[in-house]
């Protein structure tokens, strides 16, 4: 067998080395670049041959996989998606609507909030940069993440005033007031590194859940639902 060090690999041949990548590993990664990329420079800082160039690939590798921008937002956003199970985690908020489990479905969702925001702060600095520049991306995310969520907290609202547990306000209102707060924090703590927040996460949480369940409290039901969700699952 030849000595492999006697046949060094030249530059030319590393450099086929490194562009030899299967379809999705490639795929993947052109999608991390361009996520860092996006929330370093900002979208009007990012050129598509800058994502390529860091890739150690042509800009017709890049449209091999993503033909246009859009579909590379898109791609960006079902990376997100798969990452949080947005089905599965819809299916689960259902289910605790279902038992009428006030703290705990506010809960659930104030902490996917905060847990997004620190296991994932380079997508929600693309995501900051993409709002304040209006960009295609803010909406798209609306559209698939930010509705969803906002309109079935909406009905849950809706549904427990009908019933008598919650008092009577704006549900669109009350929703801007729970996911405003939750997340201002999660954006000073992991994006903007305010060091203030002395409590741990989950105390903070679930400050965030009491005040505003209380305040959404209709007299003392909030003391009889946690009763009859205590002795539904008892």
């Not at 990664?29 to 890739?55: P, V, Y």
């Not at 590798?61 to 898109?74: M, S, V």
């Not at 998606?81 to 605790?96: A, F, H, I, P, V």
Request: proline share 3%; aromatic share 8%; charged share 30%.
């Amino acid at each position: 067998m030849s000595d492999p060090a006697a046949h060094p690999v030249s530059a030319s041949d590393l450099s086929v080395i490194r562009r030899r990548m299967p379809g999705d590993d490639r795929k993947r990664q052109l999608l991390r670049i361009a996520i860092e990329s996006f929330a370093q420079k900002g979208f009007s800082g990012t050129k598509t041959k800058d994502i390529a160039a860091a890739a150690g690939v042509s800009e017709a590798i890049l449209f091999r996989h993503f033909a246009t921008k859009e579909d590379l937002y898109h791609a960006i956003l079902d990376i997100k998606e798969t990452r949080e199970g947005t089905k599965q985690r819809l299916r689960e908020l259902e289910e605790l609507a279902g038992r009428r489990d006030d703290e705990a479905l506010f809960r659930r969702l104030a902490r996917e909030v905060v847990h997004s925001f620190r296991e994932d702060a380079a997508f929600h600095r693309l995501l900051l940069y993409a709002g304040l520049d209006g960009h295609l991306l803010a909406n798209l995310f609306r559209e698939r993440f930010g509705l969803p969520t906002g309109d079935f907290l909406k009905r849950y609202i809706a549904l427990r005033q009908k019933e008598g547990a919650f008092r009577k306000c704006d549900p669109r209102i009350a929703v801007m007031h729970f996911f405003g707060g939750v997340v201002q924090y999660a954006m000073s703590r992991y994006l903007f590194g305010v060091r203030e927040h002395h409590l741990p996460e989950e105390t903070v949480v679930d400050e965030f859940v009491e005040l505003v369940l209380s305040g959404l409290a209709k007299r003392d039901s909030r003391h009889d639902n946690r009763k009859a969700a205590h002795a539904k699952n008892s």
